[in-house]
């Protein structure tokens, strides 16, 4: 949590664990216990990096931080300013809790009201597109979503295609992320409003596949 507040980021994030898929219940059962114990810790956490990366030299690392990456490249980190305060467009650093649960609807709903419980800026609905089908993915985030406030921003990590990320905004999805485009992207593929462009097509391909001539 110092390492986030030092580094600025409009918005921060819990620490959570990710149940791989497939996972026994027991397993994701427990790994549900322990995101929610973690969250919890973090909400505490926040607010006294935040005066401590306030109070830091500039650079915005904490001595703490510091110690605990003193193996670690600090270059980067140190040239980033503090974005906490007055000139900053958002005044704190905001805390996004994470929603775990695997593939088992009464974990996902177990979680998810435990961690709006704790009252948390923003929720993200997490361990989704881990390998598991399609159906499961999306049952993840309906088992889930009916329990966040309506007020509150709806995050689902890791989604997705284009056509994952309408099916979350039709399930009350506002945010998202994913290495997907960038990944395709390095590879010659580009997501269009057509649908899919392959880069490396022949010119007069790319031209027919672009103006339809």
Known sequence: MEIQAALGSDIAMVLDECAPYPCEYDYAA???????RWAARCKEALPRSAENAERSEPG?????????????????????????????????????????????????????????????????????SVGEPEDEMVRAVESSEPLLPDDKPRYAMGLGTPQQLLEMIARGMDMFDCVLP???????????????????RPAENFRAATFGT
Not at 30 to 36: A, P
Not at 88 to 103: M, N, P, V, W
């Open 60 to 128: 915005g690392h904490t001595p703490n931080a510091q110690s605990r990456m003193r193996d670690a490249d600090l270059s980067a980190i140190r040239k980033m300013p503090v974005r906490l305060g007055p000139q900053s467009a958002i005044k704190r650093q905001l805390l996004f809790g994470i929603i775990q649960g695997a593939t088992f609807d009464d974990l996902r709903k177990q979680s998810a009201q435990a961690i709006v419980d704790l009252a948390f800026d923003g929720y993200a609905i997490g361990g989704v």
């Open 182 to 200: 960038t990944r395709l992207a390095r590879n010659g593929t580009a997501f269009t409003a057509g649908g899919t462009l392959n880069l490396k």
């Open 30 to 36: 427990r790994s549900v216990e322990m995101t929610t």
